[in-house]
């Protein structure tokens, strides 16, 4: 997802200056390339202040098939090697404010320096979604086609499960409401109470939608070439309202 912070747009490696209306690419956070191959980017994910920005690569190396780099936001350089292995490239990734957590199937996470603090023990299959709240005191990461774990974020453990076909999910910003998407069209809402997964409703959107976001007062959707967005009521029950 991108970063939107003051005048500037963080996506990918480099970000848009609103002002100058220019894309400022970080070279040393693109894909290695050299002649007749080179990397593939599989994620990025910049920290909410673009000082930070993970990277995960395959890197077509049979030693080491997978990297997953830290770069500082500024200038691109390598702050540090997140990971290196043999583990299939993470697709989800996420930088907060004091910590970075890697996808991989069991999410590893990391200070801004670099350093390992934790495993989170997940034990997933494909990790393609991490989000948080504003305060990032919980964090959701979903596992594909499996659950979605709601985690501490001051003890990285896992606090609750809810079990589903989810293709896509996402937080509130506020932490009151997790919203899971399903491959065929419906989304599927939940509140969090003391940590725990409470069901409230669900509603049919397009069918096409692959991924989707929240604020505390809308839900938006992607796929088949459209962005679609309706508001959103969350009382003592969810309800969507276009």
């Known amino acids: 997802m991108p970063r939107f912070v003051g005048q500037k747009v963080y996506w990918g490696p480099g970000f848009f200056d609103l002002v100058s209306g220019e894309y400022r690419l970080l070279e040393n956070a693109q894909p ?11 994620v990025y994910a910049w920290s909410p202040t673009g000082d930070r920005l993970v990277g995960g690569f395959s890197t077509g190396n049979p030693n080491h098939p997978t990297r997953v780099t830290l770069f500082g936001g500024e200038t ?8 290196e292995g043999n583990r299939l490239p993470p697709q989800a990734a996420w930088v907060g404010e004091h910590a970075v957590v890697v996808g991989l199937s069991s999410p590893e996470v990391f200070d801004h320096s670099g350093e390992h603090v934790a495993t989170i023990a997940l034990d997933g299959a ?6 948080a709240p504003g305060n990032e005191r919980w964090l959701m990461v979903l596992d594909l086609n499996r659950t979605i774990s709601w985690i501490d974020t001051a003890t ?15 937080v509130s910003p506020d932490g009151r409401l997790i919203v899971a998407l399903e491959a065929w069209g419906n989304v599927h809402f939940a509140r969090m109470e003391n940590d725990k997964f409470s069901f409230v409703g669900s509603a049919e959107i397009d069918s096409n939608a692959v991924a989707l976001a929240l604020t505390d007062d809308q839900i938006a959707t992607v796929g088949g070439g459209e962005v ?11 309800s969507v309202h276009d």
């Open 32 to 42: 290695a390339m050299w002649p007749g191959g080179g990397e593939r980017a599989h």
């Open 76 to 83: 691109g350089a390598t702050v540090a090697s997140l990971w």
């Open 126 to 131: 494909n990790v393609a979604a991490i989000d």
């Open 156 to 170: 990285w453990t896992i606090l609750d499960v809810w079990s589903g076909p989810w293709l896509h999910a996402a």
């Open 228 to 238: 679609r967005w309706a508001s959103l009521t969350v009382d003592s029950v969810a």
